[in-house]
């Protein structure tokens, strides 16, 4: 059966990190009511602490502050704020539902927070309008631009096409059986620009070495593609990913949050049928070693963007009265974007390819290898 494309849920984008190696308690996270009313703030010190210190406020989208995603590395980047600098404390509220998303943030605005931090492209429209409402107050949003700029706005976006061509190259000079595969949770920018940089660097890999190597669940020049229509749904994942693998792929490229975890069981259950690593994943987002370390052996590598480092970023900005506001685009000249270390892979990844993939990066930062995909902003 023919990997499909399904039907789209409205979910937050989640692509996926664990929080993890915090210099501070993780905390329990917050919960928004049915009805769609704010939260209780959560944080990682107590409200005595907070006193006089900057306050730095995160709004989560509905995965929630520990998806192994992009809640959960925005989360830590807050955190890690807060160990480097002991003047700034940090606070969260959670989003159940898109309903939450401008009631949590009126909520930490009321709070006088020194900057709210808002995750996820679905919430561009709720903290442009908050943003413009409310001049004086600073804000950063992780996975969304704006054009005009929104100058209390720190945009973090991530030219995600860039490592996701070297994780396309990877896996077509991975490959035994001439058939890699991608597929996303939702059909959104932030995880299709991942999966067309993926598309190119196979397409450049067929070029380069005369192969025909093929993609499953993904054309670039098409944009259509297979979706498992949810972020959280391991089933979905599981299920998608033997489709692939009965279609002959052995390198999948899963962009779909906790999704991705279904990807790995299969993976995982593929080889122990097989006794053999007949299939292997790329993860996305984060280091999948780190953040799923228990399916590090199917992970040849990962697809990642540095949110922690750009929230931090953000956050001790606006601490410090250095707040510019604007467009940040994380990409491989700028450490924004990258290639994992290859982990038990190490020693399976061929000399040769390791060198093929240090010159691309090299070219894609130079300009002399181009990614057809333009840029997030």
């Given at each position: 059966?023919?990997?499909?494309?399904?039907?789209?849920?409205?979910?937050?984008?989640?692509?996926?990190?664990?929080?993890?190696?915090?210099?501070?308690?993780?905390?329990?996270?917050?919960?928004?009511?049915?009805?769609?009313?704010?939260?209780?703030?959560?944080?990682?010190?107590?409200?005595?602490?907070?006193?006089?210190?900057?306050?730095?406020?995160?709004?989560?989208?509905?995965?929630?502050?520990?998806?192994?995603?992009?809640?959960?590395?925005?989360?830590?980047?807050?955190?890690?704020?807060?160990?480097?600098?002991?003047?700034?404390?940090?606070?969260?509220?959670?989003?159940?539902?898109?309903?939450?998303?401008?009631?949590?943030?009126?909520?930490?605005?009321?709070?006088?927070?020194?900057?709210?931090?808002?995750?996820?492209?679905?919430?561009?429209?709720?903290?442009?309008?908050?943003?413009?409402?409310?001049?004086?107050?600073?804000?950063?949003?992780?996975?969304?631009?704006?054009?005009?700029?929104?100058?209390?706005?720190?945009?973090?976006?991530?030219?995600?096409?860039?490592?996701?061509?070297?994780?396309?190259?990877?896996?077509?000079?991975?490959?035994?059986?001439?058939?890699?595969?991608?597929?996303?949770?939702?059909?959104?920018?932030?995880?299709?620009?991942?999966?067309?940089?993926?598309?190119?660097?196979?397409?450049?890999?067929?070029?380069?070495?005369?192969?025909?190597?093929?993609?499953?669940?993904?054309?670039?020049?098409?944009?259509?593609?297979?979706?498992?229509?949810?972020?959280?749904?391991?089933?979905?994942?599981?299920?998608?990913?033997?489709?692939?693998?009965?279609?002959?792929?052995?390198?999948?490229?899963?962009?779909?949050?906790?999704?991705?975890?279904?990807?790995?069981?299969?993976?995982?259950?593929?080889?122990?049928?097989?006794?053999?690593?007949?299939?292997?994943?790329?993860?996305?987002?984060?280091?999948?070693?780190?953040?799923?370390?228990?399916?590090?052996?199917?992970?040849?590598?990962?697809?990642?963007?540095?949110?922690?480092?750009?929230?931090?970023?953000?956050?001790?900005?606006?601490?410090?009265?250095?707040?510019?506001?604007?467009?940040?685009?994380?990409?491989?000249?700028?450490?924004g974007v990258v290639l994992s270390p290859f982990h038990d892979f190490d020693s399976k990844v061929p000399a040769s390819l390791k060198s093929q993939l240090a010159k691309i990066k090299a070219g894609i930062i130079s300009g002399s290898i181009k990614t057809p995909t333009k840029s997030p902003v």
């Amino acid at each position: 059966m023919k990997a499909t494309l399904m039907t789209v849920a409205a979910v937050s984008v989640a692509t996926l990190l664990a929080a993890c190696g915090s210099n501070t308690t993780a905390p329990n996270a917050g919960s928004s009511s049915s009805s769609g009313g704010a939260s209780t703030p959560s944080s990682s010190s107590s409200s005595a602490s907070t006193a006089g210190k900057f306050l730095g406020c995160m709004v989560t989208d509905t995965g929630g502050i520990d998806d192994r995603s992009f809640n959960a590395s925005s989360w830590q980047g807050m955190q890690q704020a807060a160990a480097a600098d002991p003047n700034v404390a940090v606070q969260y509220l959670q989003s159940s539902s898109s309903s939450d998303y401008t009631p949590n943030i009126n909520a930490f605005i009321a709070k006088k927070c020194g900057i709210v931090v808002t995750v996820g492209f679905l919430m561009g429209a709720n903290t442009q309008t908050a943003a413009k409402a409310n001049p004086d107050q600073k804000f950063a949003i992780v996975d969304f631009s704006y054009s005009p700029v929104v100058k209390n706005i720190d945009s973090l976006v991530y030219n995600t096409v860039q490592d996701g061509f070297q994780g396309g190259y990877l896996a077509a000079g991975m490959s035994k059986t001439g058939a890699v595969a991608t597929f996303g949770g939702q059909k959104l920018p932030t995880v299709t620009i991942y999966m067309d940089g993926f598309w190119d660097g196979v397409q450049y890999y067929n070029s380069q070495h005369h192969k025909n190597v093929r993609v499953l669940g993904w054309n670039e020049k098409t944009q259509n593609g297979s979706f498992t229509g949810d972020f959280t749904n391991q089933t979905h994942g599981q299920t998608l990913t033997q489709t692939f693998i009965s279609e002959g792929a052995d390198v999948i490229f899963p962009v779909a949050g906790n999704v991705g975890l279904g990807a790995a069981k299969a993976v995982q259950n593929a080889n122990a049928q097989a006794g053999s690593d007949k299939v292997n994943l790329l993860w996305v987002d984060t280091d999948g070693c780190v953040s799923a370390a228990q399916y590090c052996k199917v992970f040849v590598s990962s697809v990642t963007k540095g949110i922690q480092a750009s929230v931090k970023a953000a956050v001790l900005s606006a601490a410090n009265k250095t707040f510019k506001g604007g467009n940040y685009v994380g990409d491989l000249s700028n450490g924004g974007v990258v290639l994992s270390p290859f982990h038990d892979f190490d020693s399976k990844v061929p000399a040769s390819l390791k060198s093929q993939l240090a010159k691309i990066k090299a070219g894609i930062i130079s300009g002399s290898i181009k990614t057809p995909t333009k840029s997030p902003v």
